[in-house]
């Protein structure tokens, strides 16, 4: 008792734990066991749906269900930790409310300032946003007072005056260990969970799909089939749910040959459950592919190169597959089209997936249906290194983003539909001093043509909340009623301008940036951006570039938007992308800045060379 009941000596990693536990009482006294146990078929306490307070652990049932479960019969995936996630987030707001005084009127929030998210009861080690940002995630965030039985704060003005961390429901908690565990190594394919409340126990699978919910096993009344439970956990090996436990070195092909790396420090990393989960390492390799031209060597051993680990959506066409085709299309495209691209799409080596654990194996297994768009699998990518283009300041951050506009208008004219314009995928390098746009990220791309048919269609719903087009935002579009068009990524390069332009001083992110209520939800972010363009239009912005980027807004970002803007106000679009770069070109022509292309192969002593 001694030792259990003692503080830790140093701080325990994620790494060292396979369950982690959450004891709950919702009795004053647990039953009896009997005296004597038969073996026979157990009795499962089905859980009862997620209570839209999602504070209370009432909700749970005691009650045995009249016929038994097998452990192929699992209960809903995922929907309890977003509606408890929901839930809390505004019962957290509702109980600040009542604190703050009903005298005193609500103001509507600023554009600045963080976002308002959950606060988990213990210090979490790596509560931290991530770029691709619109999958379900659990982050820091203020906390709230503790609420009484009745839902309201408690009346005693000391009891006022002290901030408590917020309950969490034991569903969003167990999914924050989840979390944990999933993200604390890039290789970390799956975690588990237990639920105790009483004597009822629940089993949580997370991975990057969602998560799984057993019903539940009441270990009085089902003793032996808890031992079995037990001595299952204790046969798991150290290094459960990883793919790689250590830094060993992983062969990969690629169109180059194969080739040997050994990964490093982790320069990304994400936080969460569900979603891509991406991560970006440090890649060392004794020897490069056999095959590799002399010009992407070459800058390969000057700027070094990365890995990049996500869990891809199997449906979708992989990155390697749209990178190696690039070079197949613009073959036969003008010499100023193929320059556009050649130089402004990143070089990738080699590629490789994980298909023994993709998660729809599990579920599989189980018995549960599983769409295929929903499976995902762990891909590996090796390419060479880039830097975020919103390091770059004045007329050599417009350079770079106006290369990333062409190469894009280019690609989207033959068939390669991005579909994910964001900050985070606007990269750049230098050459020969010469600072040269990458468009970044192909993870969310769609090929089109006669071949290529088996991905998702125009209308699945895709790209990075802050930067997307109005239309995109609207309830139709989040049913999947709204074709994703090329004017759709066109108006999401005018807000990467605009949020680069009034966030970023000297190449890093100011204190306290404007705009953070556009990550919130897709609500306030179509609400705050309207706004916003009102704004524009009449002269009143609340808010000025900064001194890094107030010649380039003032010359081509304001100009640049108010006619996007009046474009995409138009009741019949412009037809083609060609129309669509005129009509911008004329609006800022005269303000000095360099809007032709950024030909890498005349820079280069040797060709531009991908195939």
Same mark, same amino acid.
């Given at each position: 008792?001694?030792?259990?009941?003692?503080?830790?000596?140093?701080?325990?990693?994620?790494?060292?734990?396979?369950?982690?536990?959450?004891?709950?009482?919702?009795?004053?006294?647990?039953?009896?066991?009997?005296?004597?146990?038969?073996?026979?078929?157990?009795?499962?306490?089905?859980?009862?749906?997620?209570?839209? #307070?999602?504070?209370?652990?009432?909700?749970?049932?005691?009650?045995?269900?009249?016929?038994?479960?097998?452990?192929?019969?699992?209960?809903?995936?995922?929907?309890? +930790?977003?509606?408890? *996630?929901?839930?809390?987030?505004?019962?957290?707001?509702?109980?600040?409310?009542?604190?703050?005084?009903?005298?005193?009127?609500?103001?509507?929030?600023?554009?600045?300032?963080?976002?308002?998210?959950?606060?988990?009861?213990? /210090?979490?080690?790596?509560?931290?946003?991530?770029?691709?940002?619109?999958?379900?995630?659990?982050?820091?965030?203020?906390?709230?007072?503790?609420?009484?039985?009745?839902?309201?704060?408690?009346?005693?003005?000391?009891?006022?005056?002290?901030?408590?961390?917020?309950?969490?429901?034991?569903?969003?908690?167990?999914?924050?260990?989840?979390?944990?565990?999933?993200?604390?190594?890039? @290789?970390?394919?799956?975690?588990?969970?237990?639920? !105790?409340?009483?004597?009822?126990?629940?089993?949580?699978?997370?991975?990057?799909?969602?998560?799984?919910?057993?019903?539940?096993?009441?270990?009085?009344?089902?003793?032996?089939?808890?031992?079995?439970?037990?001595?299952?956990? /204790?046969?798991?090996?150290?290094?459960?749910?990883?793919?790689?436990?250590?830094?060993?070195? !992983?062969?990969?092909?690629?169109?180059?040959?194969?080739?040997?790396?050994?990964?490093?420090?982790?320069?990304?990393?994400?936080?969460?459950?569900?979603?891509?989960?991406?991560?970006?390492?440090?890649?060392?390799?004794?020897?490069?592919?056999?095959?590799?031209?002399?010009?992407?060597?070459? =800058?390969?051993?000057?700027?070094?190169?990365?890995?990049? $680990?996500?869990?891809? /959506?199997?449906?979708?066409?992989?990155?390697?597959?749209?990178?190696?085709?690039?070079?197949?299309? +613009?073959?036969?495209?003008?010499?100023?089209?193929?320059?556009?691209?050649?130089?402004?799409?990143?070089?990738?080596?080699?590629?490789?997936?994980?298909?023994?654990?993709?998660?729809?194996?599990?579920?599989?297994?189980?018995?549960?249906?599983?769409?295929? !768009?929903?499976?995902?699998?762990?891909?590996?990518?090796?390419?060479?290194?880039?830097?975020?283009?919103?390091?770059?300041?004045?007329?050599? @951050?417009?350079?770079?983003?106006?290369?990333?506009?062409?190469?894009?208008?280019?690609?989207?004219?033959?068939? !390669?539909?991005? =579909?994910?314009?964001?900050?985070?995928?606007?990269?750049?390098?230098?050459?020969?001093?010469?600072?040269?746009?990458?468009?970044?990220?192909?993870?969310?791309?769609?090929?089109?043509?006669?071949?290529?048919?088996?991905?998702?269609?125009?209308?699945?719903?895709?790209?990075?909340?802050?930067?997307?087009?109005?239309?995109?935002?609207?309830?139709?579009? $989040?049913?999947?009623?709204?074709?994703?068009?090329?004017?759709?990524? @066109?108006?999401?390069?005018?807000?990467?301008?605009?949020?680069?332009?009034?966030?970023?001083?000297?190449?890093?992110?100011?204190?306290?940036?404007?705009? #953070?209520?556009?990550?919130?939800?897709?609500? /306030?972010?179509?609400?705050?951006?309207?706004?916003?363009?009102?704004?524009?239009?009449?002269?009143?912005?609340?808010?000025?570039?900064?001194?890094?980027?107030?010649?380039?807004?003032?010359?081509?970002?304001?100009?640049?938007?108010?006619?996007?803007?009046?474009?995409?106000?138009?009741?019949?679009?412009?037809? *083609?992308?060609?129309?669509?770069?005129?009509?911008?070109?004329?609006?800022?022509?005269?303000?000095?800045?360099?809007?032709?292309?950024?030909?890498?192969?005349?820079?280069?002593?040797?060709?531009?060379?991908?195939?």
């Amino acid at each position: 008792m001694k030792t259990a009941t003692s503080p830790l000596h140093k701080a325990f990693s994620w790494e060292d734990i396979i369950l982690p536990l959450e004891f709950k009482t919702a009795k004053r006294k647990l039953n009896s066991p009997p005296e004597t146990y038969e073996i026979k078929e157990p009795k499962y306490v089905k859980p009862k749906p997620t209570p839209s #307070n999602g504070l209370s652990d009432s909700w749970i049932s005691t009650s045995s269900s009249s016929s038994g479960l097998t452990t192929g019969s699992m209960s809903r995936q995922g929907a309890s +930790i977003e509606e408890a *996630t929901t839930s809390a987030s505004k019962q957290s707001a509702k109980s600040k409310r009542a604190m703050s005084g009903a005298s005193h009127k609500q103001k509507e929030p600023s554009d600045r300032g963080s976002d308002s998210k959950i606060r988990p009861s213990r /210090q979490s080690s790596r509560l931290q946003e991530t770029p691709s940002a619109s999958n379900s995630q659990y982050s820091a965030g203020s906390g709230t007072k503790r609420l009484s039985e009745s839902g309201t704060t408690e009346s005693s003005t000391k009891r006022q005056r002290i901030e408590e961390p917020m309950m969490l429901h034991v569903n969003v908690q167990t999914a924050v260990y989840g979390s944990e565990i999933l993200s604390h190594s890039p @290789f970390s394919a799956s975690a588990m969970a237990m639920v !105790i409340v009483d004597s009822v126990l629940y089993l949580w699978w997370y991975d990057r799909q969602g998560a799984i919910q057993t019903h539940g096993l009441d270990f009085i009344e089902d003793l032996p089939h808890f031992l079995v439970l037990l001595i299952a956990l /204790q046969r798991l090996p150290k290094g459960w749910g990883k793919i790689h436990t250590t830094k060993s070195q !992983i062969h990969l092909e690629g169109q180059y040959g194969g080739m040997d790396i050994e990964l490093g420090e982790r320069l990304v990393t994400h936080w969460g459950i569900q979603g891509r989960a991406t991560n970006i390492l440090e890649v060392k390799a004794s020897s490069l592919p056999p095959l590799i031209p002399p010009g992407l060597k070459e =800058r390969l051993e000057t700027q070094g190169m990365v890995a990049k $680990l996500l869990w891809a /959506q199997s449906k979708r066409a992989r990155e390697s597959k749209i990178l190696w085709e690039i070079p197949k299309r +613009i073959k036969e495209l003008s010499e100023e089209d193929r320059d556009a691209v050649e130089g402004h799409i990143p070089d990738m080596i080699a590629s490789t997936s994980f298909p023994d654990c993709e998660t729809s194996n599990i579920r599989n297994d189980l018995g549960i249906p599983v769409k295929d !768009i929903e499976n995902r699998v762990l891909i590996m990518s090796v390419f060479r290194k880039l830097r975020p283009i919103t390091e770059l300041e004045g007329d050599e @951050f417009w350079r770079a983003f106006w290369d990333c506009v062409l190469c894009h208008s280019v690609l989207w004219k033959i068939g !390669i539909r991005h =579909r994910d314009i964001s900050t985070a995928n606007l990269m750049y390098y230098r050459y020969k001093e010469q600072v040269m746009g990458v468009l970044n990220d192909y993870d969310l791309s769609t090929l089109i043509g006669p071949d290529y048919d088996d991905g998702p269609s125009g209308t699945d719903w895709t790209g990075t909340l802050p930067y997307m087009a109005f239309d995109l935002l609207e309830p139709a579009a $989040l049913a999947g009623h709204v074709e994703h068009k090329y004017h759709h990524d @066109f108006e999401a390069f005018i807000w990467v301008l605009t949020w680069v332009a009034h966030r970023y001083q000297g190449g890093k992110e100011i204190p306290n940036p404007p705009f #953070n209520p556009w990550k919130t939800d897709h609500e /306030q972010c179509l609400l705050k951006k309207s706004r916003f363009q009102n704004e524009l239009i009449t002269n009143l912005l609340e808010y000025r570039p900064t001194g890094s980027h107030a010649s380039v807004w003032q010359s081509c970002g304001k100009v640049f938007m108010r006619t996007a803007f009046f474009i995409l106000a138009e009741e019949e679009k412009l037809d *083609t992308v060609d129309e669509y770069l005129g009509r911008m070109k004329k609006s800022i022509e005269g303000s000095g800045k360099d809007l032709s292309v950024n030909s890498f192969s005349k820079l280069s002593a040797s060709p531009f060379q991908i195939e």
